[in-house]
């Protein structure tokens, strides 16, 4: 049985992976989760469920504190950072956004075995993680990257031509005129089921523009031996090509508990954690290049890690802000990508040189944010 502590259990990926364990009480136990707190009432109910004896909130503890008389209520912005250094088997890191960085740090100093589906932390930090991280130390849990770590098992990394990603092509890659979007459009995701920030990140394509960084530092492979495909069905994951023009694809329907259950329970799977492929039947999966000019995100994105230094989280945390702005309506969606690349020309000689602990990337990630906001009040509808 694996100790678990889950970082972010009330989105998407935190629900999902406690949906896991419910399913395999032989295989886990939970001993810690954490959430921002902006839903107080599921996190008390996952404590309940799944007797937590330790829970890590952001803000509103009082409530949680009140509901939870004889479980240890840890509380403030470091929480989920003191509660990933808990000494468990493995550590799922499902918070979105760069503050997943510092827990990431904090889980792999103590040794603990991390579970990442927060790609920010290799964006924004790539650098400072794989510094620490150990062999088998760092899973990923991005289906993408799932999938290429599979995919990978089939050969020695000097055998390998090039990783593929494949990318849906969110809900746009057919529409000519992206200039008005509306966020309901932006959220209404043909293929999967994911939390807001992620779903409009894949809907600009910024998403794999990130995981293209990630890629990069998780299998240290050279941005020119990194590709992304546009892949509609979301079936085929990612493939692995080798020199001798053989390539080697992962496939399973569109549903994150599958690479979840792989991080958590590795080496081995779990068994029923997805439903396969029905090879009986008939499918059609199609593969094309991305239009760049109309995405313009994965270009930024690979030039900025080329790059390194500080443009990742340059890239990063101006993305932040902008999709919280689109989000709220004070922007289009197009401007998120223009605004973006304004941050990232205003601060790219600023950039230069590795970032060499967690007050570097606040820094540079706290410009970032700074100039987003100020071109986002200049454009703001």
Sequence with gaps: MKDLVILGSTGSIGVQALEIVEANPSLFRVVAITSAGNNPELIVEQAKKFKVPVIGVTKGSDLIKSALPDVTVIDGP???????????????????GSIGLAPTLAAL?????????????????????????????????????SALWQCLMGGEKREVAKLVLTASGGPFRERKDLSEITVLEALDH???????VVTINSATLVNKGLEIIEAHYLFD????????????????????????????????????????????????RVKGATAPVDWSSSHTWTFSPIDNERFPAIDLARRCGTLGGGLPAIFNAANEVCVAAFIDGKIGFTSIIETVEE????LGSKSAGA?????????????ARRIAQEHISKVAR
Aim: aromatic share 4%; hydrophobic share 45%.
């Design 78 to 96: 470091d929480a989920s950072t003191e509660i990933a250094a808990i000494t468990c088997d493995v550590v799922l890191n499902g918070i979105t």
């Design 109 to 145: 100093k103590v040794g603990n075995r991390v579970a990442l589906a927060n790609k920010e932390s290799l964006v924004a930090g790539g650098d400072l993680v794989m510094s620490i991280a150990k062999p088998d130390q760092l899973l990923p849990v991005d289906s993408e990257h």
């Design 190 to 196: 043909p293929t999967w089921s994911m939390g807001p």
């Design 221 to 268: 492979m050279p941005y020119a031996q990194i590709e992304a495909v546009i892949h509609p069905q979301s079936v085929i994951h990612s493939m692995v090509q080798y020199v001798d023009g053989s390539t080697i694809a992962q496939a399973s329907p569109p549903n994150m508990k599958g690479p979840i259950s792989f991080a958590i329970n590795f080496p081995e």
């Design 343 to 346: 941050v990232v020309q205003s």
């Design 355 to 367: 970032l060499r602990d967690l007050a570097d990337v606040s820094a540079i990630e706290k410009d």
